[in-house]
C-alpha cells in the first residue's frame, strides 16, 4: 500500500510539468533562446574562441588553486580557535576579523600597487631569478584570493570543529588512538561532512570574486569578455556568453557538492 501511494506521489509529480501555466513558460523559454541564438550577432566567437578558452581557464585554474591552498592552510586557523592555545586563537580570530572586515578588492590592490611597488626598490632582486615571479601580476591574485578562502573557511571550520560531539572523540581517545589520528580520521572528516553544503556556497562566492583580478591586468574570463565589447563594440552577445558561462560553472559546482553530501550523507 506504502509502495504504491509512493508511485502515485511520484507520477504526480512528473505531470506537475504538465501544468498549463508552466508548459506556457517552457514554451516562452525555448522561444527567447532561440531568438537569441538566431537573431543576435555570435560571428565574432570563432575570431576570439581561443581567448575565451584560454580565459576560462585561467578562471577555473585561479578558483580552483586558490580556494584548495587556502581551505588546506583554514584548517590550522579553525582548529586553533577550539583548541587553543589561547594567544594563538587570538591571532587567528583576529586575522578572520581583519580579512573579512576588508573589500577582496581593496586587498588585491594592497599586494599589487602596494607591495609590488615596494620590491623594485630592495637591492639586487631586479637580477635575481624571483624577479620575473614578482612583476607578474598572478601571484599577487593568488595570495589575496587565498588569503581570503583562509580567513572564510576558517570560521566555518571553527564552528564545524565546534559542532561535533565530543563523544565522538571521547571514544576514539579510549580506543587508544593518538591526537593526530583522531583529527585525520574523525574529527576533520565528520568536521567537512557537516559543512559541505556552506563549503559549496563559499566555491561558488569564490568563483564570482575571481573577476576583481581583471583589475589587475590578469586576463580571465570576465577581461576577455570586457575586450572583446570593446573591439567590436557588440554589446549584449558577448554578456549573454559569459553569463552563460559561469551559469555552467556555478552548475558545475553545485552538482560536484550535491553528489558529496548525498555520497557521504551516512558515513
Known amino acids: 500500500?506504502?509502495?504504491e501511494v509512493v508511485k502515485n506521489n511520484r507520477h504526480l509529480f512528473?505531470?506537475?510539468w504538465l501544468l498549463p501555466h508552466r508548459v506556457v513558460l517552457i514554451a516562452l523559454l525555448g522561444v527567447l533562446i532561440i531568438s537569441l541564438v538566431v537573431k543576435l550577432d555570435w560571428?565574432?566567437?570563432a575570431e576570439y574562441r581561443e581567448s575565451i578558452l584560454s580565459a576560462v581557464w585561467k578562471t577555473v585554474l585561479l578558483?580552483?588553486?586558490t580556494f584548495v591552498v587556502g581551505f588546506i592552510l583554514a584548517i590550522p586557523i579553525g582548529l586553533v580557535q577550539?583548541?587553543?592555545p589561547r594567544f594563538l586563537a587570538v591571532i587567528a580570530h583576529a586575522f578572520c576579523s581583519m580579512i573579512?572586515?576588508?573589500p577582496l578588492l581593496l586587498q588585491i590592490w594592497i599586494f599589487y600597487y602596494g607591495f609590488g611597488s615596494i620590491f623594485p626598490g630592495i637591492e639586487g632582486i631586479r637580477e635575481s631569478f624571483i624577479w620575473p615571479f614578482l612583476t607578474s601580476a598572478?601571484?599577487?591574485a593568488f595570495f589575496a584570493l587565498t588569503l581570503s578562502v583562509m580567513a572564510y573557511e576558517g570560521e566555518v571550520l571553527r564552528g564545524a570543529f565546534s559542532g561535533v560531539p565530543k563523544g565522538e572523540l571521547e571514544a576514539a581517545k579510549a580506543m587508544g588512538m593518538k591526537p593526530f589520528k583522531i583529527l585525520t580520521r574523525i574529527w576533520l572528516p565528520r568536521a567537512i561532512q557537516r559543512t559541505?553544503?556552506?563549503i559549496g556556497g563559499e566555491v561558488i562566492i569564490q568563483l564570482k570574486a575571481t573577476p576583481l583580478v581583471a583589475t589587475i591586468t590578469i586576463i580571465d574570463t570576465y577581461a576577455i569578455f570586457s575586450n572583446i565589447r570593446l573591439e567590436t563594440y557588440i554589446v549584449y552577445e558577448p554578456l549573454l556568453l559569459m553569463t552563460l558561462i559561469y551559469l555552467i560553472l556555478a552548475g558545475a559546482i553545485t552538482l560536484m557538492f550535491t553528489y558529496f553530501e548525498k555520497k557521504y550523507k551516512n558515513h
Open 100 to 102: 573579512r572586515g576588508t
Open 43 to 45: 560571428s565574432w566567437i
Open 196 to 198: 559541505l553544503p556552506v
Open 138 to 140: 598572478w601571484p599577487y
Open 1 to 3: 500500500m506504502g509502495h
Open 63 to 65: 578558483l580552483v588553486s
Open 82 to 84: 577550539v583548541t587553543g
Open 14 to 16: 512528473g505531470l506537475r
